[in-house]
Protein backbone atom coordinates (compact mmCIF):
# COMPACT_ATOMS: atom_id res chain seq x y z
CA UNK A 1 0.00 0.00 0.00
CA UNK A 2 3.08 2.38 0.34
CA UNK A 3 3.85 2.13 -2.90
CA UNK A 4 4.22 5.89 -5.01
CA UNK A 5 1.21 6.15 -6.92
CA UNK A 6 1.30 6.42 -10.89
CA UNK A 7 1.21 10.12 -12.12
CA UNK A 8 -1.27 10.74 -15.23
CA UNK A 9 -2.60 13.80 -16.98
CA UNK A 10 -5.81 11.50 -17.45
CA UNK A 11 -7.27 8.21 -15.48
CA UNK A 12 -9.91 6.29 -17.37
CA UNK A 13 -11.83 3.82 -15.29
CA UNK A 14 -13.55 1.23 -17.74
CA UNK A 15 -12.24 0.36 -21.47
CA UNK A 16 -15.05 -0.54 -22.80
CA UNK A 17 -16.01 1.41 -25.83
CA UNK A 18 -16.72 4.78 -24.28
CA UNK A 19 -13.33 4.65 -22.16
CA UNK A 20 -11.16 3.63 -25.24
CA UNK A 21 -12.80 6.03 -27.43
CA UNK A 22 -11.53 9.06 -24.38
CA UNK A 23 -8.65 7.89 -25.10
CA UNK A 24 -8.39 8.59 -28.53
CA UNK A 25 -10.33 12.04 -27.78
CA UNK A 26 -8.34 12.85 -24.60
CA UNK A 27 -5.23 12.40 -27.21
CA UNK A 28 -6.36 14.57 -30.01
CA UNK A 29 -6.51 16.88 -26.93
CA UNK A 30 -3.04 16.89 -26.28
CA UNK A 31 -4.00 14.26 -23.20
CA UNK A 32 -2.17 11.49 -22.15
CA UNK A 33 -4.40 8.56 -20.36
CA UNK A 34 -3.64 5.29 -18.36
CA UNK A 35 -6.91 3.26 -18.38
CA UNK A 36 -7.60 0.32 -15.64
CA UNK A 37 -10.31 -2.59 -16.13
CA UNK A 38 -11.26 -5.13 -14.09
CA UNK A 39 -11.39 -7.64 -17.25
CA UNK A 40 -8.40 -8.95 -18.59
CA UNK A 41 -8.80 -7.04 -21.41
CA UNK A 42 -10.14 -4.38 -23.41
CA UNK A 43 -14.05 -3.88 -24.85
CA UNK A 44 -16.30 -4.27 -21.78
CA UNK A 45 -19.56 -5.64 -22.70
CA UNK A 46 -18.63 -5.94 -26.42
CA UNK A 47 -16.17 -7.89 -25.35
CA UNK A 48 -17.35 -9.73 -22.29
CA UNK A 49 -20.84 -10.34 -23.01
CA UNK A 50 -21.02 -10.84 -26.93
CA UNK A 51 -17.90 -10.51 -28.78
CA UNK A 52 -19.29 -13.02 -31.64
CA UNK A 53 -22.50 -11.15 -32.33
CA UNK A 54 -22.75 -8.29 -34.80
CA UNK A 55 -23.73 -4.53 -34.17
CA UNK A 56 -25.26 -2.80 -36.68
CA UNK A 57 -25.83 0.99 -35.19
CA UNK A 58 -21.93 1.92 -35.49
CA UNK A 59 -22.12 4.93 -38.04
CA UNK A 60 -20.10 3.50 -41.14
CA UNK A 61 -19.90 0.04 -39.98
CA UNK A 62 -23.18 -1.68 -41.77
CA UNK A 63 -22.49 -4.63 -39.33
CA UNK A 64 -19.21 -4.76 -36.97
CA UNK A 65 -18.95 -7.80 -34.17
CA UNK A 66 -18.14 -7.03 -30.40
CA UNK A 67 -14.58 -8.26 -30.77
CA UNK A 68 -13.68 -6.46 -34.31
CA UNK A 69 -15.07 -2.97 -32.59
CA UNK A 70 -12.73 -3.59 -29.95
CA UNK A 71 -10.12 -4.35 -31.90
CA UNK A 72 -10.27 -1.20 -34.22
CA UNK A 73 -10.90 0.82 -31.37
CA UNK A 74 -8.02 -0.25 -29.77
CA UNK A 75 -5.67 0.36 -33.01
CA UNK A 76 -7.44 3.56 -33.33
CA UNK A 77 -5.65 4.31 -29.88
CA UNK A 78 -2.46 3.93 -30.54
CA UNK A 79 -0.90 6.67 -31.50
CA UNK A 80 -1.70 7.83 -28.49
CA UNK A 81 -0.32 4.89 -26.64
CA UNK A 82 -2.28 4.86 -24.10
CA UNK A 83 -1.10 2.90 -20.86
CA UNK A 84 -3.37 -0.04 -19.35
CA UNK A 85 -4.04 -1.72 -16.17
CA UNK A 86 -6.15 -4.49 -16.32
CA UNK A 87 -7.00 -6.97 -13.62
CA UNK A 88 -7.34 -3.52 -11.56
CA UNK A 89 -10.85 -2.48 -10.14
CA UNK A 90 -10.77 1.24 -8.90
CA UNK A 91 -12.06 1.32 -5.28
CA UNK A 92 -11.64 4.70 -4.18
CA UNK A 93 -11.06 8.13 -4.98
CA UNK A 94 -10.25 11.54 -3.01
CA UNK A 95 -9.25 15.12 -3.72
CA UNK A 96 -5.95 16.13 -2.80
CA UNK A 97 -4.92 19.15 -1.58
CA UNK A 98 -3.23 19.92 -4.59
CA UNK A 99 -6.44 19.63 -6.94
CA UNK A 100 -5.67 16.40 -8.52
CA UNK A 101 -7.30 12.80 -7.64
CA UNK A 102 -5.54 9.79 -5.64
CA UNK A 103 -7.56 6.85 -7.16
CA UNK A 104 -6.81 3.50 -5.59
CA UNK A 105 -7.50 -0.26 -6.70
CA UNK A 106 -7.95 -3.03 -5.16
CA UNK A 107 -4.67 -4.61 -5.15
CA UNK A 108 -2.65 -1.72 -3.90
CA UNK A 109 -2.18 0.56 -6.70
CA UNK A 110 -2.53 3.54 -6.37
CA UNK A 111 -2.71 6.85 -9.42
CA UNK A 112 -2.53 10.40 -9.06
CA UNK A 113 -4.72 11.94 -11.63
CA UNK A 114 -5.48 15.62 -12.90
CA UNK A 115 -8.69 14.69 -14.29
CA UNK A 116 -10.64 11.18 -14.03
CA UNK A 117 -13.16 9.68 -16.43
CA UNK A 118 -15.41 7.26 -15.11
CA UNK A 119 -15.99 5.04 -18.42
CA UNK A 120 -17.93 2.34 -15.80
CA UNK A 121 -20.66 1.15 -17.92
CA UNK A 122 -22.83 -0.58 -15.67
CA UNK A 123 -19.99 -1.31 -13.16
CA UNK A 124 -17.58 -4.04 -12.93
CA UNK A 125 -18.34 -7.10 -14.85
CA UNK A 126 -18.37 -9.90 -12.49
CA UNK A 127 -19.15 -13.26 -12.24
CA UNK A 128 -22.31 -14.23 -9.92
CA UNK A 129 -21.66 -15.42 -6.57
CA UNK A 130 -24.46 -17.54 -5.48
CA UNK A 131 -25.38 -17.46 -1.57
CA UNK A 132 -23.65 -19.73 0.29
CA UNK A 133 -22.45 -19.18 3.72
CA UNK A 134 -18.35 -18.87 4.11
CA UNK A 135 -18.05 -18.29 -0.12
CA UNK A 136 -15.19 -15.82 0.29
CA UNK A 137 -13.09 -17.95 2.50
CA UNK A 138 -11.97 -20.42 0.13
CA UNK A 139 -12.35 -18.45 -3.26
CA UNK A 140 -9.19 -18.12 -5.00
CA UNK A 141 -8.06 -21.52 -2.82
CA UNK A 142 -10.68 -24.14 -3.75
CA UNK A 143 -13.93 -22.07 -5.65
CA UNK A 144 -13.23 -20.44 -9.00
CA UNK A 145 -15.14 -18.89 -11.46
CA UNK A 146 -12.87 -19.20 -14.41
CA UNK A 147 -10.02 -21.57 -15.30
CA UNK A 148 -6.59 -19.55 -15.32
CA UNK A 149 -4.32 -22.46 -14.41
CA UNK A 150 -6.01 -26.24 -15.58
CA UNK A 151 -2.99 -27.85 -13.10
CA UNK A 152 -4.47 -26.15 -10.40
CA UNK A 153 -7.66 -28.94 -11.18
CA UNK A 154 -5.47 -32.04 -11.41
CA UNK A 155 -5.69 -35.15 -9.12
CA UNK A 156 -8.62 -32.86 -7.65
CA UNK A 157 -12.19 -33.70 -6.26
CA UNK A 158 -14.14 -31.25 -8.53
CA UNK A 159 -17.30 -30.16 -8.63
CA UNK A 160 -18.47 -27.96 -11.66
CA UNK A 161 -21.78 -26.25 -11.22
CA UNK A 162 -23.94 -24.91 -14.20
CA UNK A 163 -25.28 -25.69 -17.57
CA UNK A 164 -24.30 -23.36 -20.24
CA UNK A 165 -21.41 -24.04 -22.14
CA UNK A 166 -18.36 -23.14 -20.04
CA UNK A 167 -19.66 -25.33 -17.72
CA UNK A 168 -19.96 -28.04 -20.12
CA UNK A 169 -16.57 -27.15 -21.60
CA UNK A 170 -15.10 -27.40 -18.65
CA UNK A 171 -16.02 -29.94 -16.88
CA UNK A 172 -14.99 -32.47 -19.84
CA UNK A 173 -12.08 -30.33 -20.40
CA UNK A 174 -10.58 -30.91 -16.42
CA UNK A 175 -12.49 -34.75 -15.92
CA UNK A 176 -9.38 -36.73 -17.35
CA UNK A 177 -6.74 -35.45 -15.12
CA UNK A 178 -9.42 -35.48 -12.26
CA UNK A 179 -9.66 -37.46 -9.08
CA UNK A 180 -13.42 -37.28 -9.19
CA UNK A 181 -15.37 -34.74 -11.48
CA UNK A 182 -19.41 -33.86 -10.94
CA UNK A 183 -21.46 -31.82 -12.96
CA UNK A 184 -23.92 -30.51 -10.76
CA UNK A 185 -27.03 -29.03 -12.43
CA UNK A 186 -30.76 -28.11 -11.90
CA UNK A 187 -32.25 -29.95 -14.15
CA UNK A 188 -32.48 -32.53 -17.48
CA UNK A 189 -31.84 -29.44 -19.99
CA UNK A 190 -28.51 -27.82 -20.87
CA UNK A 191 -28.70 -24.55 -22.65
CA UNK A 192 -25.26 -25.47 -23.81
CA UNK A 193 -24.94 -26.40 -27.60
CA UNK A 194 -26.51 -29.70 -28.08
CA UNK A 195 -23.12 -31.35 -29.58
CA UNK A 196 -21.82 -30.82 -26.20
CA UNK A 197 -24.39 -32.04 -24.43
CA UNK A 198 -24.78 -35.43 -26.19
CA UNK A 199 -20.31 -36.05 -25.44
CA UNK A 200 -21.34 -35.03 -22.08
CA UNK A 201 -23.51 -37.83 -21.87
CA UNK A 202 -21.18 -40.12 -23.33
CA UNK A 203 -18.72 -39.55 -20.77
CA UNK A 204 -21.29 -40.11 -17.84
CA UNK A 205 -22.15 -43.27 -19.55
CA UNK A 206 -18.40 -44.37 -20.51
CA UNK A 207 -17.57 -43.47 -16.13
CA UNK A 208 -15.48 -40.76 -16.60
CA UNK A 209 -17.95 -38.28 -15.15
CA UNK A 210 -21.00 -37.53 -13.15
CA UNK A 211 -23.95 -35.73 -12.94
CA UNK A 212 -26.02 -34.93 -10.27
CA UNK A 213 -29.32 -32.89 -10.72
CA UNK A 214 -29.76 -30.39 -7.81
CA UNK A 215 -28.41 -27.26 -6.36
CA UNK A 216 -25.80 -25.73 -4.10
CA UNK A 217 -26.81 -25.60 -0.37
CA UNK A 218 -23.86 -25.52 1.48
CA UNK A 219 -20.22 -25.56 1.70
CA UNK A 220 -17.83 -28.24 3.90
CA UNK A 221 -14.25 -27.29 4.89
CA UNK A 222 -12.07 -25.28 6.94
CA UNK A 223 -9.47 -22.47 6.63
CA UNK A 224 -10.18 -21.90 2.95
CA UNK A 225 -9.85 -25.95 1.84
CA UNK A 226 -13.54 -27.63 0.94
CA UNK A 227 -13.64 -30.63 1.35
CA UNK A 228 -16.95 -31.23 -0.19
CA UNK A 229 -20.34 -29.66 -0.98
CA UNK A 230 -23.98 -29.93 -0.04
CA UNK A 231 -26.57 -30.35 -2.40
CA UNK A 232 -30.19 -30.76 -3.35
CA UNK A 233 -32.49 -31.54 -5.76
CA UNK A 234 -36.41 -31.17 -4.05
CA UNK A 235 -36.52 -32.92 -0.95
CA UNK A 236 -33.15 -34.78 -1.40
CA UNK A 237 -29.67 -33.67 0.04
CA UNK A 238 -26.56 -35.07 -0.56
CA UNK A 239 -22.92 -34.55 -0.32
CA UNK A 240 -20.37 -35.17 -2.77
CA UNK A 241 -16.60 -34.08 -2.52
CA UNK A 242 -15.17 -31.32 -3.65
CA UNK A 243 -11.71 -29.90 -2.98
CA UNK A 244 -12.50 -27.56 -6.11
CA UNK A 245 -15.46 -25.95 -7.30
CA UNK A 246 -16.07 -24.01 -10.30
CA UNK A 247 -18.95 -21.87 -10.55
CA UNK A 248 -21.24 -20.84 -14.04
CA UNK A 249 -23.65 -18.66 -13.43
CA UNK A 250 -23.10 -15.73 -15.64
CA UNK A 251 -21.76 -12.61 -15.38
CA UNK A 252 -23.60 -9.23 -13.19
CA UNK A 253 -22.59 -5.59 -13.28
CA UNK A 254 -21.72 -4.35 -10.15
CA UNK A 255 -20.93 -0.79 -9.76
CA UNK A 256 -19.63 -1.27 -6.31
CA UNK A 257 -18.07 1.63 -3.99
CA UNK A 258 -17.48 3.96 -6.71
CA UNK A 259 -21.12 4.96 -6.20
CA UNK A 260 -19.61 6.44 -2.84
CA UNK A 261 -17.47 8.59 -4.41
CA UNK A 262 -19.26 11.96 -3.86
CA UNK A 263 -20.93 12.54 -7.30
CA UNK A 264 -24.61 13.01 -7.38
CA UNK A 265 -25.95 9.92 -8.62
CA UNK A 266 -29.87 8.72 -9.94
CA UNK A 267 -30.71 5.56 -10.12
CA UNK A 268 -27.13 4.09 -9.25
CA UNK A 269 -26.13 6.22 -12.44
CA UNK A 270 -23.69 9.13 -12.19
CA UNK A 271 -25.65 12.69 -13.33
CA UNK A 272 -23.64 14.74 -15.91
CA UNK A 273 -23.94 17.72 -17.66
CA UNK A 274 -24.62 17.35 -21.06
CA UNK A 275 -21.88 20.35 -22.60
CA UNK A 276 -19.10 18.52 -21.06
CA UNK A 277 -19.94 15.65 -19.51
CA UNK A 278 -18.77 16.59 -16.22
CA UNK A 279 -19.70 15.19 -12.88
CA UNK A 280 -21.06 16.98 -9.80
CA UNK A 281 -17.32 17.23 -8.65
CA UNK A 282 -15.24 19.32 -11.10
CA UNK A 283 -12.68 17.73 -12.77
CA UNK A 284 -14.21 13.77 -12.64
CA UNK A 285 -16.22 13.18 -15.57
CA UNK A 286 -18.71 10.06 -16.69
CA UNK A 287 -19.59 9.04 -20.36
CA UNK A 288 -21.29 5.58 -21.81
CA UNK A 289 -23.37 3.60 -19.56
CA UNK A 290 -22.50 4.52 -16.47
CA UNK A 291 -23.54 7.96 -17.29
CA UNK A 292 -27.31 9.57 -17.54
CA UNK A 293 -28.99 12.65 -18.47
CA UNK A 294 -32.81 13.64 -19.61
CA UNK A 295 -33.04 11.30 -22.63
CA UNK A 296 -29.83 9.18 -22.02
CA UNK A 297 -29.27 6.14 -24.62
CA UNK A 298 -27.38 3.77 -23.57
CA UNK A 299 -25.44 3.01 -27.08
CA UNK A 300 -22.26 2.58 -27.98
CA UNK A 301 -22.57 5.59 -30.06
CA UNK A 302 -23.82 7.99 -27.68
CA UNK A 303 -20.62 7.01 -25.53
CA UNK A 304 -18.17 8.17 -28.57
CA UNK A 305 -19.95 11.68 -28.43
CA UNK A 306 -19.99 11.82 -24.81
CA UNK A 307 -16.60 10.82 -24.67
CA UNK A 308 -15.41 14.00 -27.39
CA UNK A 309 -17.29 16.37 -25.77
CA UNK A 310 -15.46 15.42 -22.51
CA UNK A 311 -12.15 16.07 -23.63
CA UNK A 312 -12.80 19.15 -24.60
CA UNK A 313 -13.36 20.37 -21.13
CA UNK A 314 -11.18 17.90 -19.49
CA UNK A 315 -7.73 19.09 -21.41
CA UNK A 316 -8.65 22.88 -20.26
CA UNK A 317 -7.92 21.59 -16.79
CA UNK A 318 -5.45 19.71 -17.24
CA UNK A 319 -3.46 22.28 -19.08
CA UNK A 320 -4.65 25.28 -17.84
CA UNK A 321 -2.10 28.00 -19.09
CA UNK A 322 -2.10 26.10 -22.78
CA UNK A 323 -4.20 27.47 -25.90
CA UNK A 324 -6.31 24.79 -27.13
CA UNK A 325 -8.04 24.98 -30.01
CA UNK A 326 -10.62 22.40 -31.56
CA UNK A 327 -8.68 20.42 -34.46
CA UNK A 328 -10.68 18.03 -37.06
CA UNK A 329 -9.10 14.67 -37.14
CA UNK A 330 -8.00 15.61 -41.06
CA UNK A 331 -5.88 18.80 -39.98
CA UNK A 332 -4.19 16.79 -36.79
CA UNK A 333 -0.53 15.85 -36.43
CA UNK A 334 -0.98 14.13 -33.22
CA UNK A 335 -3.69 11.32 -35.06
CA UNK A 336 -1.29 10.92 -37.77
CA UNK A 337 1.87 10.22 -35.92
CA UNK A 338 2.98 7.03 -36.86
CA UNK A 339 3.03 4.19 -33.74
CA UNK B 1 -55.14 0.27 -8.49
CA UNK B 2 -53.52 -3.50 -8.58
CA UNK B 3 -52.00 -3.91 -5.23
CA UNK B 4 -48.63 -6.25 -5.17
CA UNK B 5 -46.57 -7.21 -2.20
CA UNK B 6 -42.75 -7.87 -2.21
CA UNK B 7 -41.51 -9.96 0.83
CA UNK B 8 -38.28 -9.67 0.73
CA UNK B 9 -36.00 -12.46 2.62
CA UNK B 10 -35.99 -10.80 6.06
CA UNK B 11 -39.98 -10.94 5.77
CA UNK B 12 -39.82 -7.17 4.98
CA UNK B 13 -43.39 -5.89 3.34
CA UNK B 14 -42.89 -3.67 0.28
CA UNK B 15 -46.36 -3.07 -0.70
CA UNK B 16 -46.54 -1.38 -4.09
CA UNK B 17 -49.28 -0.06 -6.51
CA UNK B 18 -49.03 -1.44 -10.14
CA UNK B 19 -50.71 -0.69 -13.31
CA UNK B 20 -51.65 -3.13 -16.00
CA UNK B 21 -48.66 -3.90 -19.17
CA UNK B 22 -46.49 -3.15 -16.77
CA UNK B 23 -43.79 -6.11 -15.69
CA UNK B 24 -43.63 -7.06 -12.15
CA UNK B 25 -39.53 -6.11 -12.30
CA UNK B 26 -40.88 -2.84 -13.35
CA UNK B 27 -43.34 -2.43 -10.65
CA UNK B 28 -40.29 -3.40 -8.04
CA UNK B 29 -37.83 -0.94 -9.78
CA UNK B 30 -40.23 2.11 -9.26
CA UNK B 31 -41.01 1.57 -5.78
CA UNK B 32 -37.68 0.54 -4.96
CA UNK B 33 -38.10 -3.10 -3.64
CA UNK B 34 -34.45 -3.93 -2.52
CA UNK B 35 -33.06 -6.65 -3.76
CA UNK B 36 -34.53 -6.46 -7.61
CA UNK B 37 -31.52 -5.49 -9.61
CA UNK B 38 -32.68 -6.39 -12.97
CA UNK B 39 -29.71 -5.69 -14.75
CA UNK B 40 -30.65 -6.26 -18.45
CA UNK B 41 -33.60 -4.47 -18.53
CA UNK B 42 -36.04 -6.61 -18.78
CA UNK B 43 -34.59 -8.87 -21.98
CA UNK B 44 -34.74 -11.85 -19.91
CA UNK B 45 -30.91 -11.99 -19.95
CA UNK B 46 -29.53 -11.45 -16.66
CA UNK B 47 -31.86 -13.26 -14.35
CA UNK B 48 -31.33 -10.63 -11.24
CA UNK B 49 -34.93 -9.95 -11.38
CA UNK B 50 -36.08 -13.36 -9.38
CA UNK B 51 -38.76 -14.15 -7.31
CA UNK B 52 -40.97 -16.60 -6.00
CA UNK B 53 -44.69 -16.49 -6.29
CA UNK B 54 -46.50 -16.55 -3.15
CA UNK B 55 -47.81 -20.44 -2.45
CA UNK B 56 -51.32 -18.83 -2.04
CA UNK B 57 -51.50 -17.53 -5.23
CA UNK B 58 -49.81 -20.76 -6.79
CA UNK B 59 -52.41 -21.77 -5.74
CA UNK B 60 -55.37 -19.46 -6.73
CA UNK B 61 -53.53 -18.89 -10.42
CA UNK B 62 -51.20 -21.74 -10.94
CA UNK B 63 -50.70 -19.66 -14.75
CA UNK B 64 -48.47 -17.44 -12.62
CA UNK B 65 -46.09 -20.40 -12.66
CA UNK B 66 -45.48 -21.21 -16.10
CA UNK B 67 -42.36 -20.17 -17.78
CA UNK B 68 -40.81 -19.90 -21.32
CA UNK B 69 -37.89 -21.80 -22.53
CA UNK B 70 -35.99 -18.62 -22.62
CA UNK B 71 -36.62 -18.17 -18.95
CA UNK B 72 -36.18 -21.41 -18.35
CA UNK B 73 -32.55 -21.17 -19.48
CA UNK B 74 -32.29 -18.07 -17.83
CA UNK B 75 -33.56 -19.47 -14.47
CA UNK B 76 -30.02 -21.92 -14.84
CA UNK B 77 -28.35 -18.15 -13.95
CA UNK B 78 -30.61 -17.68 -10.58
CA UNK B 79 -30.00 -19.49 -7.21
CA UNK B 80 -32.33 -21.72 -5.48
CA UNK B 81 -34.32 -21.90 -7.89
CA UNK B 82 -38.20 -23.56 -6.71
CA UNK B 83 -41.38 -24.19 -8.85
CA UNK B 84 -42.66 -21.26 -8.01
CA UNK B 85 -39.39 -19.14 -9.25
CA UNK B 86 -40.25 -16.60 -11.81
CA UNK B 87 -38.35 -13.89 -13.49
CA UNK B 88 -40.18 -10.77 -12.64
CA UNK B 89 -39.44 -9.36 -15.85
CA UNK B 90 -41.31 -12.29 -17.68
CA UNK B 91 -44.40 -11.17 -15.86
CA UNK B 92 -47.17 -8.76 -16.89
CA UNK B 93 -49.25 -7.21 -14.93
CA UNK B 94 -53.16 -8.08 -15.00
CA UNK B 95 -56.39 -7.29 -13.21
CA UNK B 96 -57.03 -10.01 -11.60
CA UNK B 97 -53.61 -9.88 -9.77
CA UNK B 98 -54.77 -7.18 -7.34
CA UNK B 99 -53.21 -8.42 -4.00
CA UNK B 100 -50.77 -10.86 -5.20
CA UNK B 101 -47.74 -11.53 -3.24
CA UNK B 102 -44.18 -12.54 -4.35
CA UNK B 103 -40.86 -13.12 -2.30
CA UNK B 104 -37.64 -11.87 -2.88
CA UNK B 105 -34.96 -14.29 -2.83
CA UNK B 106 -31.32 -13.69 -0.51
CA UNK B 107 -29.32 -13.01 -3.33
CA UNK B 108 -29.64 -12.31 -7.32
CA UNK B 109 -25.76 -12.63 -7.94
C1 LIG C 1 -26.17 -8.38 -25.53
C2 LIG C 1 -25.96 -6.92 -25.75
C3 LIG C 1 -26.13 -6.37 -27.01
C4 LIG C 1 -25.92 -5.00 -27.24
N1 LIG C 1 -26.10 -4.50 -28.51
C5 LIG C 1 -25.83 -3.19 -28.75
C6 LIG C 1 -25.98 -2.65 -30.07
O1 LIG C 1 -26.37 -3.35 -31.02
N2 LIG C 1 -25.67 -1.32 -30.26
C7 LIG C 1 -25.27 -0.50 -29.24
O2 LIG C 1 -24.98 0.66 -29.48
N3 LIG C 1 -25.15 -1.00 -27.97
C8 LIG C 1 -25.43 -2.31 -27.70
N4 LIG C 1 -25.31 -2.80 -26.42
C9 LIG C 1 -24.95 -1.86 -25.34
C10 LIG C 1 -23.47 -1.54 -25.37
O3 LIG C 1 -22.70 -2.72 -25.29
C11 LIG C 1 -23.15 -0.61 -24.21
O4 LIG C 1 -23.88 0.58 -24.37
C12 LIG C 1 -21.66 -0.27 -24.21
O5 LIG C 1 -20.87 -1.42 -24.01
C13 LIG C 1 -21.36 0.75 -23.11
O6 LIG C 1 -20.01 1.05 -23.15
P1 LIG C 1 -19.21 1.58 -21.90
O7 LIG C 1 -17.80 1.71 -22.35
O8 LIG C 1 -19.93 2.74 -21.34
O9 LIG C 1 -19.37 0.45 -20.78
P2 LIG C 1 -18.99 -1.12 -20.76
O10 LIG C 1 -18.95 -1.70 -22.11
O11 LIG C 1 -19.92 -1.69 -19.76
O12 LIG C 1 -17.52 -1.12 -20.17
C14 LIG C 1 -17.26 -0.70 -18.86
C15 LIG C 1 -15.98 -1.35 -18.38
O13 LIG C 1 -15.63 -0.76 -17.13
C16 LIG C 1 -15.15 -1.77 -16.26
N5 LIG C 1 -15.32 -1.30 -14.88
C17 LIG C 1 -16.46 -0.93 -14.25
N6 LIG C 1 -16.23 -0.54 -12.99
C18 LIG C 1 -14.90 -0.66 -12.80
C19 LIG C 1 -14.04 -0.40 -11.68
N7 LIG C 1 -14.52 0.06 -10.53
N8 LIG C 1 -12.72 -0.66 -11.84
C20 LIG C 1 -12.23 -1.14 -13.02
N9 LIG C 1 -12.99 -1.39 -14.11
C21 LIG C 1 -14.31 -1.15 -13.99
C22 LIG C 1 -16.02 -2.96 -16.59
O14 LIG C 1 -15.39 -4.18 -16.21
C23 LIG C 1 -16.12 -2.83 -18.12
O15 LIG C 1 -15.11 -3.54 -18.79
C24 LIG C 1 -25.52 -4.15 -26.18
C25 LIG C 1 -25.33 -4.69 -24.90
C26 LIG C 1 -25.54 -6.05 -24.68
C27 LIG C 1 -25.34 -6.62 -23.30
S1 LIG D 1 -34.45 -8.08 -15.80
FE1 LIG D 1 -32.93 -9.34 -16.63
S2 LIG D 1 -33.91 -11.26 -16.68
FE2 LIG D 1 -35.42 -9.99 -15.85
Redesign the interface.
Known amino acids: MSNAPVTCEALIIGAGPAGLFAAFQLGMAGVSSHLVDVLPHAGGQCAELYPQKPIYDIPAHPRITGAELTDRLLEQTRPFSPLFHFNERATSLRKLDNGRFGVEMDSGLAFEAAVVVIAAG?GAIQP????LRGIEDYEGTSIFYAVKDKAAFAGEHIVVA???DSALDWAMELAPEAKSLTLL???E?F?AAPASVRRMRQMVEAGRMDFRLG??RQLIGENGQLRAVRAANGRESFEIPATRLLLF??L??KMGPLAQWGMEMQGGLIIVNTADFETSIPGIFAIGDACVYPGKLKLILSGFHEAALMAQKACRRVHPDEHHTFVHSTSSRLAHKPS | MIKITFIGPDGKKHETEAQEGMTLMEVALKNMVPGI?A?CGGACA???CHVYVDADWVAKKPQLTQRSETE??M???????RDNSRLSCQIKVTDDMDGLIVHV?????
Do not use: M, Y
Open positions: GKKPPGGGHRRQRQLFGTN | EDCATEDLDFAFDVPEQQG
